[in-house]
């Protein structure tokens, strides 16, 4: 089995603090502050099963995963993490550690396109059932969960593009009374802004590729457990499946981590102060950002989560036209898919992020942009915004 840094976890320490040093401790041998990437496919063996501290082949356990997998669980308050290739990978084993045929799983109507199609398109076809509601409607919520052989409620919150929020510790109360593991799928807040365990969730999924490695230069995702029974499962299908992070990946995605606190105190400021801006302008139908005091879920928001987050979606009064206008004529936000780097994106959801829930239930409004405020200059932003609206 995988070898695990079975250190006590500084659990005293403040977030920032554990940000930076959870399982990254100095190279032993020569001093180096930074672990060393172990850029290695296999270890060599005192005699035949010889492991040193466990190591055996790169698949099972590396020691630059192992770093980045003790630094989540620590983030999340979880019993154990782990990394994997790509958000979907992560979920796509969560789903196949938990379910079996015949089962059911509920989700929100604004999943992430992608988990959506995951589920419905690959996991139906070994008889995985699901239903999509709206997360807000807790009865609509324990009706569908009333569903037979439901075993999954999966979560999103804030939700992609429209900043729905979701009641956590409400859902984990129906969850578990209908039998349910509850997933939350934390990508959008990121463990600075939000930690779904402390509220009784079982699992977090993250799709690292977006605030924790903040940089827009890795795909990874990852799996915490609140449960150890759960977190072996998943365990053994990342070792027997092997969709695991490479270690360069995973140096890159703990480097990422250290600024994860205080870059999304910048992310929120200047998302917050975009919507502020937008809000009351002309060509401007409507702002989805949590920080606004008439968003519907602001004081959840505001319960819930210590910060409103760096991502906000406008729908443009002037319908698909101008929306698509607005979003070729931004010049410092870039026309990305993706969102939680340093630097601002916007997008297109109906026909980008979200292409795959055309004419279904997520489906998109074709007026609404979606902007992943980085942490540039706020005036630069600003003006940004202004120039492209006037277009
Ligand atoms: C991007 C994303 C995913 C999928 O992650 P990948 O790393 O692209 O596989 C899942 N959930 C949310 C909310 C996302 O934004």
Do not use: C
């Not at 409607?137 to 919150?157: C, K, N, Y």
């Not at 995605?253 to 801006?277: D, F, M, W, Y």
């Not at 950002?289 to 210590?306: I, K």
């Not at 998109?364 to 609206?389: C, F, H, K, T």
């Amino acid at each position: 089995m995988k070898p695990r840094d079975t250190r006590e976890r500084h659990m005293t320490h403040g977030f920032a603090t554990r940000a930076i040093h959870e399982g990254q401790e100095f190279d032993p041998t020569t001093g180096a502050i930074i672990p060393p990437i172990y850029q290695t496919s296999t270890f060599v063996q005192d005699g035949i099963g010889g492991l040193r501290n466990g190591y055996e082949y790169g698949r099972s356990g590396n020691p630059t995963r192992a770093s980045l997998e003790t630094l989540l669980a620590s983030l999340e308050g979880g019993v154990r993490a782990l990394s994997f290739a790509s958000g979907l990978a992560a979920e796509d084993a969560l789903l196949r550690a938990a379910l079996r045929p015949g089962d059911h799983i509920v989700l929100g109507n604004d999943a992430y396109g992608g988990t959506h199609r995951l589920i419905d398109r690959v996991h139906s076809e070994w008889g995985i059932r699901n239903t999509t509601v709206d997360l807000a409607d807790l009865d609509a919520v324990r009706e569908a969960l009333a569903a037979d052989g439901t075993r999954m409620l999966w979560i999103e919150t804030p939700s992609n593009p429209l900043m729905k929020i979701s009641d956590i510790a409400a859902l984990v109360e129906l969850g578990h009374a209908a039998g349910a593991v509850v997933v939350v799928d934390n990508t959008f807040a990121s463990p600075a802004l939000q930690q779904p365990l402390s509220f009784g969730a079982d699992v977090v999924v993250h799709s690292t590729t977006k605030y924790l490695g903040g940089h827009s230069d890795v795909i990874g995702g990852a799996l915490v457990f609140a449960d150890e029974e759960l977190a072996a499962k998943a365990q053994f299908l990342q070792f027997a499946a092997g969709a695991v992070s490479s270690p360069m990946d995973a140096w890159l995605t703990v480097r990422g981590i250290k600024t994860l606190q205080v870059r999304l105190r910048q992310h929120s400021a200047n998302a917050q102060a975009i919507a502020e801006a937008l809000v009351g302008h002309a060509g401007v139908e409507r702002v989805y950002y949590p920080g606004l005091p008439d968003h519907p879920g602001h004081e959840l928001a505001a319960r819930q989560m210590s910060g409103f987050g760096g991502m906000l979606s406008v729908a443009l009064a002037g319908g698909a036209e101008a929306a698509r206008r607005f979003a070729e004529s931004t010049r410092v936000f870039q026309l990305a898919e993706s969102l939680g780097g340093v630097e601002s994106l916007i997008g297109y959801p109906s026909e980008m992020t979200h292409a795959s829930v055309r004419g279904t239930a997520l489906e998109v409004p074709d007026n609404i942009v979606r902007l992943s405020v980085g942490i540039e200059d706020v005036d630069d932003l600003l003006e940004d915004v202004e120039q492209a609206l006037r277009r």
